[in-house]
Each structure stands twice: as structure tokens, then as C-alpha cells.
């Protein structure tokens, strides 16, 4: 009975018609929610603006090894990001719930955004139609938004095991 199961496979996911935002185009803004120990609070881009430059890291699933594995990454890394006047962001269509209960399980030092409503991943062009049977993951992707509001770098995989190349984007923001 269960060796038909040990022959199963994921089906490999289904790239979107939207693509991703190029260089030097406006980032666009957006307003999402993030679990903060005083509850929800919401995190908008623009704020950024003039002030510092930006990372967003979209991730497919909170609690995937990937997934886990890129924002421990980051989270070992964070000084080098600070040093390059950076605010980190991960963003993925999770609940702020399961976001916050990943960032206290792993000791994350830097936010995680929900885009529950799909609407940002949607707008950068990174939202799968259909991943391994679900509508609306985001990809594996990340962005650089300079202080002047501009994207000056943008990677997106329809791989969701591959990692971005983190040197490229350390490069991007000096």
C-alpha cells in the first residue's frame, strides 16, 4: 500500500506570467503587517525612503528547511547588512502568527512581513500561481531598494531550493 507512496514527487512549480521588477525602476511601496511583542504593526517601505536601503527576501513557507536555512543565514549575517546602512525584511504569504513563532524558534534579529493578501509579491512580480498544489506562494527572491526608492538589484528563482547569491547583494548595496 504505501510503496506507491515512496514513489511520489513533487510536481515542479508553476512559473507566473508576472515578471519580476528590473533595475532601476520605482520600488513598489507597500504597507504589511509584522508580530512585534506589542502586537501587529505595520512596516511600510516608503518609510525607508531618504533614510536607509532596503533588503526584501520573499520566501516560499515559513518553517521549510530552505526557508529556515536562508533567514539563519541572514540572521548570522545581520552586522554586515547594518554596516551597509540596510534594514532587512523577509516576506512571505504566511500569517503574522506563524511568522512571529518561526522568528522566536530560529531567534530571528530581523522582521518577518506577511503578505497574507498576496497583493506585494503579486506587485514585484514573484507569486507562483500554483506551487506543489497551492495558489499564491511567493518565489524565492530578493530585492535591493536603494535610499532613493529604486530597485538596484532583483533575483527571483522558480527553484525553490536555490538560494540568493548573498555576495550579489551585499555588492548591490555599497
Not at 12 to 32: E, R, S, W, Y
Not at 47 to 57: A, D, F, R, S
Not at 64 to 91: M, N, P, Q, W
Request: aromatic share 12%.
Amino acid at each position: 500500500m504505501f510503496s506507491a507512496l515512496a514513489k511520489f514527487t513533487l510536481p515542479t512549480p508553476k512559473q507566473t506570467i508576472n515578471m519580476t521588477l528590473q533595475n532601476g525602476v520605482d520600488a513598489p511601496d507597500f504597507t504589511l503587517k509584522t508580530k512585534t511583542p506589542d502586537g501587529l504593526e505595520d512596516v511600510c517601505l516608503s518609510e525607508h525612503k531618504g533614510q536607509q536601503n532596503v533588503v526584501l527576501l520573499f520566501f516560499p513557507f515559513a518553517f521549510t528547511g530552505v526557508c529556515t536555512e536562508e533567514a539563519c543565514s541572514v540572521r548570522d549575517d545581520l552586522s554586515a547588512y547594518d554596516d551597509l546602512d540596510a534594514k532587512v525584511y523577509g516576506i512571505s504569504v504566511d500569517s503574522p502568527f506563524a511568522q512571529e513563532a518561526m522568528s522566536l524558534k530560529e531567534s530571528l534579529n530581523f522582521p518577518l512581513l506577511s503578505d497574507f493578501n498576496k497583493k506585494v509579491s503579486s506587485e514585484y512580480g514573484v507569486l507562483y500561481d500554483n506551487f506543489i498544489g497551492f495558489e499564491g506562494v511567493s518565489k524565492r527572491s530578493a530585492f535591493v531598494i536603494s535610499k532613493d526608492g529604486k530597485i538596484a538589484y532583483s533575483w527571483s528563482s522558480d527553484d525553490p531550493k536555490q538560494l540568493p547569491d548573498f555576495s550579489l547583494i551585499k555588492r548591490a548595496l555599497a
